[in-house]
């Protein structure tokens, strides 16, 4: 790369941010293009894990992270009808000692304000959606919605399992997974324990789990309710009523339904990704986080992947090596990771909705072995 080269990155989500921190910092020209007129919530609570926490760590974001977020000291899991509990795995200083950083729970906007922070001014240019691109020989034309263009030396798509930018790489469409998840935001008195013990809580249940744990420095409790889907087709985006959420959780231990009859607002959200794509640039054009190589939620891994996107795509861009070039080396660093990603959060679409039962009970003989963080070597280790 040269001091003239010019970077687009079309999406401001955490990998957009995160890659242009990264590549303004070290001396690359980089726009960020965003379609949305201001950056808002959307969405609610992220879980971090150390993997991802390590990296916005290195951005100089743990300052922020600490004030803004919380801290997990354990992940816990419990049946959907007694709350018997099937697993607790502590996390907390071990997780610090073990991995280098902390599991962060935290509410999105939170996340995306501590990046915003963190980017230098002129970088974000707002209210301009990128519908697609033309490649050339030398350079890349961005198409604009308001009918303008923009030009760069590599164009790098961070804008969602939805992207636009895709098409310029792989030539699919998201894929519905049959279930709906179910997001909101309830007072931290829903959960008194969380108080003194801060930590992540999944149920497990026949078609059905949820999950919640403090977000907004422990002011709040975000919450997921995960349902299959009888109609097997992709629900809207839209507000639901709370009472319509609890009755999908007839029969759920009390706890379950007195946090899920605390939330004021509701919104139901299809859950998609995609195939695992064989590729994830194409000369001049490069695929990130959920653009790339969109999950499943069951892993909790979207933005800690995103991060580690950012910053080996960042790291080969200022290689020394020609864009193409470049782009290929970031391509052959994650697709093997991010491949088992994408497996695993798959496979927990049906281990985490078994029916009662003999597979269910085997499920639950694992997570009972499950007692300290080795089985996660993989996944927080990076």
Request: include cysteine.
């Given at each position: 790369?040269?001091?003239?080269?010019?970077?687009?990155?079309?999406?401001?989500?955490?990998?957009?941010?995160?890659?242009?921190?990264?590549?303004?910092?070290?001396?690359?020209?980089?726009?960020?293009?965003?379609?949305?007129?201001?950056?808002?919530?959307?969405?609610?609570?992220?879980?971090?894990?150390?993997?991802?926490?390590?990296?916005?760590?290195?951005?100089?974001?743990?300052?922020?992270?600490?004030?803004?977020?919380?801290?997990?000291?354990?992940?816990?899991?419990?049946?959907?009808?007694?709350?018997?509990?099937?697993?607790?795995?502590?996390?907390?200083?071990?997780?610090?000692?073990?991995?280098?950083?902390?599991?962060?729970?935290?509410?999105?906007?939170?996340?995306?304000?501590?990046?915003?922070?963190?980017?230098?001014?002129?970088?974000?240019?707002?209210?301009?959606a990128v519908l697609g691109v033309e490649q050339h020989e030398d350079h890349v034309e961005l198409r604009v919605a308001d009918g303008g263009t923009?030009?760069?030396?590599?164009?790098?798509?961070?804008?969602?399992?939805?992207?636009?930018?895709?098409?310029?790489?792989?030539?699919?469409?998201?894929?519905?997974?049959?279930?709906?998840?179910?997001?909101?935001?309830?007072?931290?008195?829903?959960?008194?324990?969380?108080?003194?013990?801060?930590?992540?809580?999944?149920?497990?249940?026949?078609?059905?789990?949820?999950?919640?744990?403090?977000?907004?420095?422990?002011?709040?409790?975000?919450?997921?309710?995960?349902?299959?889907?009888?109609?097997?087709?992709?629900?809207?985006?839209?507000?639901?009523?709370?009472?319509?959420?609890?009755?999908?959780?007839?029969?759920?231990?009390?706890?379950?339904?007195?946090?899920?009859?605390?939330?004021?607002?509701?919104?139901?959200?299809?859950?998609?990704?995609?195939?695992?794509?064989?590729?994830?640039?194409?000369?001049?054009?490069?695929?990130?986080?959920?653009?790339?190589?969109?999950?499943?939620?069951?892993?909790?891994?979207?933005?800690?992947?995103?991060?580690?996107?950012?910053?080996?795509?960042?790291?080969?861009?200022?290689?020394?090596?020609?864009?193409?070039?470049?782009?290929?080396?970031?391509?052959?660093?994650?697709?093997?990771?991010?491949?088992?990603?994408?497996?695993?959060?798959?496979?927990?679409?049906?281990?985490?909705h078994l029916a009662d039962g003999p597979p269910q009970r085997r499920r639950d003989a694992v997570l009972g072995d499950r007692r300290d963080l080795?089985?996660?070597?993989?996944?927080?280790?990076?």
């Amino acid at each position: 790369m040269s001091d003239r080269t010019r970077v687009a990155v079309v999406g401001a989500g955490v990998s957009g941010l995160a890659l242009a921190i990264l590549l303004r910092r070290r001396g690359v020209r980089c726009d960020l293009y965003e379609k949305s007129t201001a950056l808002g919530a959307v969405g609610a609570g992220i879980q971090l894990a150390p993997n991802g926490a390590r990296i916005l760590h290195e951005l100089g974001a743990e300052h922020l992270m600490r004030r803004r977020g919380s801290t997990a000291e354990a992940i816990e899991t419990r049946r959907w009808d007694d709350g018997a509990l099937l697993s607790r795995v502590p996390h907390g200083r071990a997780c610090e000692e073990r991995f280098g950083a902390p599991y962060y729970l935290i509410h999105r906007a939170d996340l995306q304000a501590c990046l915003v922070d963190l980017l230098p001014p002129g970088a974000l240019h707002l209210g301009r959606a990128v519908l697609g691109v033309e490649q050339h020989e030398d350079h890349v034309e961005l198409r604009v919605a308001d009918g303008g263009t923009a030009t760069a030396d590599v164009v790098i798509g961070a804008d969602g399992v939805h992207s636009a930018l895709r098409a310029a790489v792989v030539d699919d469409a998201p894929r519905f997974s049959g279930y709906s998840v179910y997001r909101g935001l309830v007072a931290a008195e829903a959960v008194p324990s969380f108080a003194a013990d801060p930590r992540v809580m999944f149920w497990l249940g026949p078609g059905r789990h949820i999950t919640y744990y403090p977000v907004a420095a422990g002011r709040t409790v975000h919450f997921s309710a995960v349902c299959a889907d009888a109609a097997g087709v992709a629900p809207r985006t839209r507000a639901v009523d709370t009472g319509q959420l609890v009755a999908e959780f007839d029969g759920w231990h009390e706890e379950v339904r007195q946090v899920l009859g605390a939330a004021g607002d509701v919104t139901r959200w299809g859950l998609f990704d995609r195939d695992l794509a064989e590729r994830y640039c194409d000369r001049r054009v490069a695929l990130m986080g959920d653009a790339a190589h969109p999950m499943l939620p069951y892993l909790s891994q979207g933005a800690g992947q995103a991060l580690e996107d950012a910053l080996a795509l960042a790291d080969c861009l200022v290689s020394g090596a020609d864009l193409p070039s470049a782009l290929r080396q970031y391509e052959k660093q994650r697709l093997a990771r991010t491949a088992e990603v994408h497996r695993q959060s798959r496979l927990r679409a049906t281990t985490f909705h078994l029916a009662d039962g003999p597979p269910q009970r085997r499920r639950d003989a694992v997570l009972g072995d499950r007692r300290d963080l080795g089985h996660l070597e993989w996944l927080y280790g990076g």
